[in-house]
């Protein structure tokens, strides 16, 4: 049996981490480098660092910052954020990232996914989602960071990623980001239940409990969270040890 993996999430800004909620209100909460080594020392199985401000202000995504990353941690990353052509993939896997992660570049041009995994294989390129209920029940498509809906379902444009040959979706609900009160359980069951691929959740993530429902109820394969590991409101071993108990396969 896969274990379920634990995944802290960096939001990177100006070189800073922060953290916001419904994707505003935007604070800042460390050094990405410091906190993404003591995330890695307490036991996380990835890390994932998105420069979210990458694609609205036409910037490529760090690399000099994700070599640094590289250097202090020992467990695999995704990074994420500005990132459009096959360069800007091979420079940021040469400087030591594991896996990229692409979004609305993917949406504007799906070709992307299958020149990118022809490329570099399936396995290191996942798809981001930032998806938001509305109004009629349907949850859509929002892209640059957010900011811009689409008319575009979730489920149809994740299985058209599949079919394209992205390898990995990290599911964001707007609805939930920031908020604590747990994570998109329907909608994240829809995609693993129907997908052949790994399903990361993310939004909402406030307590252990909501961790074991998005991992049983939401059938995800990682939970993503940011603001609950960046101010220390859940350890990550405590959190490991909690869902161990309830017989969660995960790594101890």
């Given amino acids: 049996m896969l274990t379920k993996r634990i995944i802290p999430c ?16 935007i604070r800042d909460a460390g050094d990405p480098i410091e906190l993404g080594a003591f995330y890695a020392s307490q036991g996380a199985d990835e890390l994932v660092f998105l420069d979210i401000t990458a694609t609205i202000e036409g910037r490529k ?6 070599n640094k990353i590289a250097h202090h941690i020992n ?6 954020g500005g990132i459009k052509t096959e360069e800007d993939v091979r420079v940021l896997l040469q400087n030591g990232a594991d896996k990229i ?3 609305t570049a993917a949406f ?3 070709t992307t996914i299958s020149r990118f995994a022809k490329q570099f294989g399936s396995q290191c390129i996942v ?4 998806a938001k209920c509305e109004a009629d029940n349907n949850w859509y498509v929002y892209l640059n960071g957010g900011r811009t809906k689409t008319n575009k379902l979730v489920v149809d444009w994740a299985k058209e990623a599949v079919d394209l040959g ?22 994240t069951a829809q995609l693993a239940e129907n997908l052949p691929v790994p399903i990361i959740a993310s939004g909402g993530g406030g307590t ?26 859940l350890a990550i071993p405590d959190l490991k040890e909690y869902l161990n108990q309830k017989g969660i396969a995960i790594r101890i």
């Fill in 10 to 25: 960096l939001d990177i800004k100006d070189g800073r981490t922060v953290k916001g909620v419904n994707f505003e209100q």
């Fill in 61 to 66: 995504t760090l690399s000099a910052l994700v």
């Fill in 75 to 80: 467990i695999p990353f995704t990074v994420g």
């Fill in 101 to 103: 992660s692409i979004n």
């Fill in 108 to 110: 504007l041009d799906p």
């Fill in 127 to 130: 798809l981001a989602i930032d």
């Fill in 166 to 187: 992205i390898g990995e979706i990290l599911l964001t609900s707007m609805n939930h980001d920031g908020t604590k009160q747990g994570f998109a359980l329907d909608i």
């Fill in 208 to 233: 252990a409990a909501h961790f074991y429902d998005v991992f049983t109820k939401g059938k995800a394969d990682a939970a993503l969270a940011a603001s609950i590991f960046h101010y220390k409101e």
